[in-house]
C-alpha cells in the first residue's frame, strides 16, 4: 500500500535529519512535521522557538550544518554589541536568525497563532512540506535538577550546558494544551506516525504530555513506529543516556519502548545493536546513524518501506 500521509513528532536536531530524509522522498501532501513547542522561551524581548526553527531551516537547506541549529554563515554582531553592552550573551543568536524571531514575536502580538506565523514563515524560506508546531498554546519544559533546583529548558540545556543533574521534568501547560485544527488535520488521515530519533524526555514527551495528542495517537489504528535514540548505549548527540542514568532508567532501547508504551505498535532499533527483548511490538533493524545526506534519505525509506509492508494481525 502506497503511502498517503505520514506524520513526524520531532524535536531538534536529530529530529530535523529524519525530516530531512523523508522530505527528499515524499511530495508535500504526503508529509506533516509536528514539532516540539517545549523548549520556546521568550529572550530579549523576543519569541524563539529553537525546534521550530531547526526543522525550517534544515527544510529550507538553510541550516549551519556544524551546529544541527542556526543559519549557516551567520554573522553575530548584535550580539557582540549586546555583549559590549555588559549583556552576558550565552544563547548564540545570530544576526539572520534574529530576523525570523523578529517577525514571528510581532505576528504572535497581532493575535495570529504560532501555526499561522509557522506557516508564513515555511512558506518565505521556500519550504513546501507542512511544519506544524505541536500546539499553539504554551507548554514549557521545566527541569528539575539537584544543583540548581528547577530550571526553564533553554537555561539547562544551553546556558548550563546540560550538565545539572536532572531529577525531574515536568511539562508546564501540557495538560491545558490543545491541539490545532491542522494537527488534528494531519493526524486524521494520517496512514502512519513516526516519533523521530529525538530525545524522549526533553523533546518528544512535552508532545505526548498533551492529552488530545495521546489519544489522537491512540485512536489510530495505524503504523506508529519510534526511531531509536541510541546507538550502543549512546545517544548521537545531546544528554539522552546521561538523563536516562541520573533518572535511573538503563540505557537500553528497551527502555524507549517502555517509555513510550501503547503508542507504539514498532520500533526500529539500530542495526548495530542487539534486538530488544521485549514482545507485542514489531521490531527492525535499521541503520539509523544518520552521518550523511544520503544516510537520511535511505533511513526514511526504510521507514516507509516497513509502514507500506504493514500487514494488521488477523
Ligand atoms: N544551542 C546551543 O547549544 N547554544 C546556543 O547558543 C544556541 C542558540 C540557538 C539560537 C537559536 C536557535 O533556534 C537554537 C539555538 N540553539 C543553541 C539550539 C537549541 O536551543 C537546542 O538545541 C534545542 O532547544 C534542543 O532541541
Redesign the pocket.
Same mark, same amino acid.
Given at each position: 500500500m502506497a503511502i498517503k500521509h505520514l506524520v513526524l513528532l520531532v524535536?531538534?536536531?536529530g529530529g530535523a535529519k529524519l525530516a530531512y530524509g523523508f522530505q527528499q522522498i515524499l511530495v508535500p501532501e504526503q508529509l506533516t512535521v509536528v514539532v516540539n513547542t517545549g523548549?520556546d522561551f521568550w529572550h530579549y524581548g523576543l519569541r524563539?522557538c529553537?525546534?521550530l526553527?531547526?526543522i525550517m531551516y534544515t527544510l529550507a537547506g538553510v541550516v549551519d550544518r556544524k551546529n544541527g541549529?542556526?543559519i549557516q554563515h551567520d554573522t553575530h554582531r548584535v550580539l557582540g554589541m549586546l555583549q559590549q553592552l555588559g549583556e552576558n550573551t550565552? *544563547?548564540?543568536?545570530g544576526d539572520l536568525?534574529l530576523a525570523t524571531h523578529i517577525i514571528r514575536t510581532r505576528q504572535l502580538q497581532e493575535g495570529q497563532t504560532l501555526t499561522q506565523v509557522t506557516q508564513f514563515l515555511t512558506q518565505h524560506y521556500g519550504i513546501s512540506h507542512q511544519i506544524l508546531p505541536m500546539t499553539d498554546d504554551n507548554v514549557s519544559t521545566i527541569v528539575q535538577t539537584r544543583e540548581h533546583g528547577e530550571m526553564e529548558?533553554?537555561p539547562y *540545556?544551553?546556558e548550563h550546558r546540560w550538565q545539572p543533574t536532572v531529577e525531574a521534568l515536568t511539562y508546564r501547560g501540557a495538560e491545558q494544551a490543545r491541539l490545532s485544527p491542522a494537527v488534528l488535520d494531519a493526524l486524521n488521515v494520517a496512514d502512519a506516525v513516526v516519533i523521530g530519533p529525538s530525545n524522549p524526555w526533553?523533546?518528544i514527551s512535552p508532545i505526548l504530555n498533551i492529552p488530545a495528542m495521546r489519544a489522537a495517537l491512540r485512536a489510530r489504528n495505524v503504523p506508529r513506529i519510534a526511531v531509536t535514540p541510541l546507538i550502543g548505549g549512546q545517544a548521537i548527540k545531546g544528554p539522552t543516556a546521561k538523563i536516562m542514568r541520573e533518572l535511573a532508567i538503563p540505557v537500553t532501547p528497551a527502555s524507549i519502548i517502555q517509555f513510550y508504551g501503547d503508542l507504539l505498535n514498532g520500533f526500529v532499533y539500530d542495526r548495530r545493536d542487539r534486538k530488544p527483548s521485549v514482545e507485542a511490538i514489531r521490531l527492525f533493524a535499521e541503520d539509523t546513524l544518520m552521518l550523511s545526506d544520503y544516510h537520511k534519505s535511505n533511513l526514511a525509506r526504510a521507514l516507509l518501506s516497513i509502514i507500506e509492508n504493514w500487514t494488521e494481525p488477523s
Open positions: 524535536g531538534g536536531v523548549d524563539i529553537p525546534d526553527d531547526t541549529w542556526g550565552w *544563547f548564540r543568536l536568525d529548558f533553554q *540545556f544551553v526533553l523533546s
